[in-house]
């Protein structure tokens, strides 16, 4: 049975920082890319950061680009959003996601097999 938990979040003021952690159990954690996305109220689910299976390649939504890190760690099956100078406009529920995809559609969310329950993220002004 394949399951990402997402710990992590929580409210935090403007400017500062949270990490996010997933960590995945009952796949073959290396083999697969990671993502996170995230939906705030009212609106639709978007992505936010992609990493490929290797760790080689990166993607991020522009909004989030100089301020939040995807990392990943194969040997705890965990991998991470590192989140930076956060911003009243990043309060969202925040969802990791593992996929066997081609990274050129590492953004899009049918391209993930499974998710998280979703982790809070509430920025305060």
């Known amino acids: 049975q394949v399951q990402l938990v997402e710990s992590g979040g929580g409210l935090v003021q403007t400017g500062g920082s949270l990490r996010l952690s997933c960590a995945a159990s009952?796949?073959?954690?290396?083999?697969?890319?990671v993502g996170w996305f995230r939906q705030a109220p009212g609106k639709e689910r978007e992505f936010v950061a992609a990493?490929?299976?290797?760790?080689?390649?990166?993607r991020y939504v522009d909004s989030v680009k100089g301020r939040f890190t995807i990392s990943r760690d194969n040997a705890k099956s965990t991998f991470y959003l590192q989140m930076n100078s956060l911003k009243p406009e990043d309060t969202a529920v925040y969802y990791c996601?593992?996929?066997?995809?081609?990274?050129?559609?590492?953004?899009?969310?049918?391209?993930?097999?499974?998710w998280g329950q979703g982790t809070q993220v509430t920025v305060s002004s």
């Open positions: 009952g796949v073959t954690f290396s083999r697969y890319g």
């Open positions: 996601a593992a996929g066997t995809f081609s990274f050129s559609s590492s953004s899009y969310d049918r391209s993930y097999d499974y």
């Open positions: 990493r490929n299976w290797s760790g080689s390649s990166t």
